[in-house]
């Protein structure tokens, strides 16, 4: 069946650092491939897409890069903030009648 | 822009009651979600609506129905509020039902409590 994994968290970075938050997938065809953002207390906002292999979607400072060989869409952010603390979900869409299906989240907290 | 506005931030029931979480949408979309969000368990699917009087069970549709008579309004009904159905609920809607590209939008969710 079709899934996404993500890393568990939760993450834990200082002010500045690098971010790699790893997603990889499972599908029977051929997904577009989304990265959520909840911040505390609100609903899921969509991050950034790419629809095809080898796109990037970028948003934010966040980049993340279709990647079919290795079926995988890890989100990446040079220098993280503070006000990056929330948490992130990888999800997945196959074309047709289907919902999105998404990772289980990471919860990022970013501290001065 | 996008709205998706769910009816209740926070709510508080008694087991047994017939509970409604309402959840608008002003995009004229055709797709409309119901999830369930548990620590630890991510997102789950209860219902889905691709289209007006439509509806698809989801991943764990025990316990509730849905109700859509507009293509605007998707509304999840408990039929006997359980305390294991205690939960943040998070309505959502996308536009496209084939090319599998769009994304959904998310309402800010309702906090259950079911006492």
């Known amino acids: 069946g079709n899934s996404v994994t993500q890393m568990e968290g939760p993450v834990t970075l200082s002010e500045e650092a690098f971010l790699t938050i790893n997603c990889t997938y499972t599908a029977t065809g051929y997904p577009s491939l989304f990265w959520y953002v909840q911040y505390p207390g609100e609903g899921l906002q969509l991050l950034l897409k790419a629809t095809k292999a080898d796109d990037k979607g970028s948003n934010k400072g966040f980049e993340a890069t279709y990647r079919k060989e290795t079926t995988s869409f890890h989100l990446e952010k040079g220098s993280v903030q503070v006000s990056d603390s929330a948490v992130y979900f990888c999800a997945l869409n196959l074309p047709g009648n289907t919902p999105l299906v998404f990772g289980k989240g990471t919860r990022l907290s970013v501290i001065a | 822009d996008v709205k998706v506005t769910q009816s209740s931030r926070y709510l508080v029931k008694r087991t047994g009651e017939k509970v409604f979480l309402e959840c608008v949408q002003d995009m004229d979309h055709e797709n409309m979600f119901w999830y369930r969000q548990d620590p630890g368990l991510g997102l789950r699917l209860i219902y889905f609506?691709?289209?007006?009087?439509?509806?698809e069970k989801g991943d764990i549709p025990e316990g509730y129905s849905v109700s859509r008579e507009k293509k605007e309004r998707f509304s999840l009904i408990l039929e006997s509020a359980s305390t294991n159905q205690t939960s943040m609920y998070l309505c959502?809607?996308?536009?496209?039902?084939?090319?599998?590209?769009?994304?959904?939008?998310f309402g800010d969710g309702t906090r259950l409590s079911i006492l």
């Open positions: 959502a809607s996308s536009r496209d039902r084939t090319g599998g590209n769009q994304p959904q939008h």
């Open positions: 609506s691709y289209d007006v009087k439509m509806k």
